[in-house]
């Protein structure tokens, strides 16, 4: 089993374990780690508002995720209802597992992250409306069923990620133009979070 979810810098990673994985393994808590990826720092009132849970129960996930080393407080006020939460660079990488505890976890960490990203992209066609028309067109989705070897399959998700790089590399050179953007969103040079899923997987089940 091969699967991929890459925050800023994998070198930093914190360190992966059961435990961790089954506290990440949750749609709710993966919406929030994509959601600081996107935006930096958030509080957990706009946190909850984007995944839609109360901020009591942002703030439970919020203490669980910063246990395991995928968040952190940037910076603190007088109230907790303050704070700057922030990702932790580096993101979720799980290789080729055989077996025990730790697959279990990670395929409970699968079911959330491909969960979470369904949520994400399903919240699209409902707001696209309000965005200007060069956004709608730029956006997409699409899908392909092609007939591979796993050689092939190994090659083309190989070109897809170097694709990704590609683009990564150039929304890093954006990133202080982002931070500090005067633009409004009609505005040719607007900066906007953007959201790639990659997934490139055999069908899972075959008829009878």
């Known amino acids: 089993m091969t699967a991929v979810t890459q925050g800023d810098d994998p070198n930093i990673t914190p360190e992966l374990s059961v435990d961790a994985l089954l506290k990440l393994a949750n749609v709710v808590r993966f919406r929030i780690y994509v959601a600081l990826r996107a935006f930096g ?18 703030n439970r996930h919020l203490d669980v995720m910063r246990e395991v080393g995928f968040v952190q407080v940037s910076q603190t006020g007088k109230t907790r209802q ?56 730029a ?40 931070s500090d953007q005067q633009a409004e969103p009609g505005d040719p040079d607007w900066i906007a979070p953007v959201v790639v899923i990659l997934t490139a997987i055999p069908y899972p089940r075959r008829p009878q």
């Open 41 to 58: 720092t958030l509080r957990a009132r706009q946190l909850a508002e984007l995944t839609g849970v109360t901020e009591t129960s942002m």
């Open 139 to 178: 956006a997409e989705t699409s899908d392909w069923v092609m007939h591979l070897t796993a050689q092939q399959l190994d090659e083309l998700a190989a070109d897809l990620r170097a694709v990704a790089m590609k683009w990564k590399r150039a929304s890093e050179a954006n990133e202080t133009a982002w």
């Open 82 to 137: 303050s704070w700057l939460w922030s990702a932790v660079p580096g993101g979720v990488r799980v290789g080729r597992i055989e077996g025990g505890e730790i697959q279990e976890a990670a395929l409970e960490w699968l079911r959330a992250v491909s969960g979470g990203y369904g949520i994400i992209a399903s919240q699209w066609p409902s707001v696209a409306a309000s965005w200007p028309q060069t956004w709608q067109s």
